[in-house]
């Protein structure tokens, strides 16, 4: 692989960068499998179709100019199996009393991570005919904007039982309430998207410090207030697939100062986290405090945001911190495909034992890979297409 980066510093388009080469295939794939063996938790589930979908059907996803409409009918060869399937999966088991997509979860927010692809579900259904969907994601948003507690911001509960605002919700719900509007479009539309931004924007308000790194929980009867870095890894790629939803969409003209707003409160969580960046080129599992352990699982999902963002803004400066990350998860994915060394997702302050997994990790390579993609592709837009659009180019395999 040596003479990559020569290959590549002397027909980019933008200034010469280090690249680092990307996951090969077949680590993708058991990357991918594992996933979906282990996606259980609500949040889970909908982190996996947003990567299984920007991962494999890019066409379809919010990062794409051609996200709005999806097509009506879903072909033999862009047809997201997967991502419907998931879909299916939960409003297959939805009680018909339940608004949220998954009754009973707790929290107020996760199920909703789902709801982007229920609704591709309905907007790409042969049968017509068929309301399940539209009523599934209805009730869901329903559920969130009449049914949830606020604080006295407006912002929308993370908890179905009393008023908390934890930076995970920034994932869950905007970026389906602005898919939600994006699709609706008109003075509805455009309302919710609206609405989608002014939730980051009120998180933002309350869960950032003068450090510019958000708190992971607040309000309620009990806190975080460490800056727990898949919180403000949560943060950024929520916000970041709201910028994209907005920027796609037939009202982007109309959102053009809340999307630089997004973009610069992006910016803000990168640099502050990357600051922070260990010798060996991770993110600790709260970003400024030493004492703690290296996590590989919000190191993946920052870097996924830093090489989008790159790719969006044709800029480069995180990039060298966004290698020498990918670098890292890279040496800690196993044989098998299964990431090492993440945090514990479901207690946030402990390592994970071996033998135990981390479904969102394993979404968060996936992201990963799909945004690396997505950067190699905006570096060299046609020098070399085999190599940056081809699944099987050299540059894919290490
Ligand atoms: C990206 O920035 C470089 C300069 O850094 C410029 O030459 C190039 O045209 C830009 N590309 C796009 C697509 O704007
Ligand atoms: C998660 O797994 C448990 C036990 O295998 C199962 O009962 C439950 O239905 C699963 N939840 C979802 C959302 O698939
Ligand atoms: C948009 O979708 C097309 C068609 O699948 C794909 O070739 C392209 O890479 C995608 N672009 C992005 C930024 O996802
Ligand atoms: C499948 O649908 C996509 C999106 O509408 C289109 O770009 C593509 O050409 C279609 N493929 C075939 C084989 O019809
Ligand atoms: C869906 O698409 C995948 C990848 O393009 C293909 O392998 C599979 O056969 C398709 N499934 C159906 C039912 O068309
Ligand atoms: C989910 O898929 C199964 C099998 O194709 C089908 O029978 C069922 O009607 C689907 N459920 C929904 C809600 O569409
Ligand atoms: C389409 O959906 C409607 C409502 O669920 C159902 O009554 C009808 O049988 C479906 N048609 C086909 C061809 O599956
Ligand atoms: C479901 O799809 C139909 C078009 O097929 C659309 O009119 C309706 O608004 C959609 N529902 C939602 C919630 O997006
Ligand atoms: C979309 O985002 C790009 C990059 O941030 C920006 O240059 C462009 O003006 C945006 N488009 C619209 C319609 O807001
Ligand atoms: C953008 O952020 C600034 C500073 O926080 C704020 O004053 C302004 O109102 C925001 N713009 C919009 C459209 O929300
Ligand atoms: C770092 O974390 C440790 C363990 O939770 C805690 O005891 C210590 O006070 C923290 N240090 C700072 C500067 O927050
Ligand atoms: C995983 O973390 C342990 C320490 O917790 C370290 O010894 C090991 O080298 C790490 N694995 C990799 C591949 O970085």
Not at 129 to 154: C, F, H, I, M, W
């Amino acid at each position: 692989m040596a003479w990559l980066p020569t290959l590549l510093a002397t027909t980019s388009l933008i200034s010469p960068v280090e690249l680092q080469p990307g996951f090969s295939e077949s680590t993708i794939a058991r990357v991918r499998t594992n996933l979906i063996q282990c996606a259980n938790r609500s949040w889970e589930l909908g982190t996996a179709a947003e990567a299984l979908t920007e991962l494999s059907w890019p066409a379809l996803s919010v990062f794409n100019k051609t996200a709005f409409p999806p097509p009506a009918h879903l072909n033999a060869t862009l047809n997201a199996t997967d991502v419907l399937a998931i879909a299916n999966r939960t409003v297959s088991a939805k009680p018909p009393d339940s608004l949220p997509l998954i009754a009973n979860e707790g929290s107020a927010a996760d199920p909703a991570s789902i709801g982007v692809a229920v609704i591709l579900a309905n907007w790409t259904l042969p049968n017509l005919s068929n309301q399940v969907y539209s009523k599934a994601a209805t009730d869901q948003l329903t559920y969130l904007l009449e049914d949830t507690p606020r604080s006295e911001s407006g912002a929308i509960s993370h908890r179905a039982q009393e008023t908390q605002l934890w930076s995970d919700f920034v994932y869950m719900v905007p970026p389906f309430i602005a898919y939600y509007g994006a699709l609706q479009g008109g003075e509805n539309g455009r309302v919710l998207l609206q609405t989608a931004y002014d939730q980051c924007r009120l998180y933002r308000d309350a869960l950032r410090d003068e450090s510019g790194l958000w708190k992971h929980v607040v309000l309620g009867a009990w806190q975080d207030n460490t800056h727990w870095a898949t919180g403000n890894a949560w943060a950024a790629a929520g916000m970041l697939r709201v910028h994209q939803t907005l920027n796609h969409s037939s009202l982007a003209g109309q959102f053009v100062a809340q999307q630089a707003n997004l973009t610069q409160w992006i910016n803000e969580i990168l640099e502050t986290s990357w600051a922070h960046q260990t010798a060996d080129g991770g993110l600790r599992n709260v970003i400024d405090n030493e004492t703690f352990y290296v996590d590989t699982a919000s190191t993946a999902l920052m870097t996924s945001v830093t090489y989008r963002m790159a790719a969006i803004q044709n800029t480069t400066v995180f990039i060298p911190a966004a290698n020498l990350a990918l670098k890292l998860v890279q040496e800690n994915v196993d044989a098998q495909g299964w990431l090492l060394n993440a945090t514990n997702p479901y207690t946030f302050d402990e390592q994970l034992k071996e033998g135990e997994h981390s479904p969102e990790g394993q979404a968060f390579i996936l992201l990963l890979h799909a945004a690396w993609q997505a950067f190699i592709q905006s570096t060299s837009p046609y020098q070399h297409p085999g190599a940056i659009t081809g699944t099987h180019g050299a540059i894919n395999n290490l």
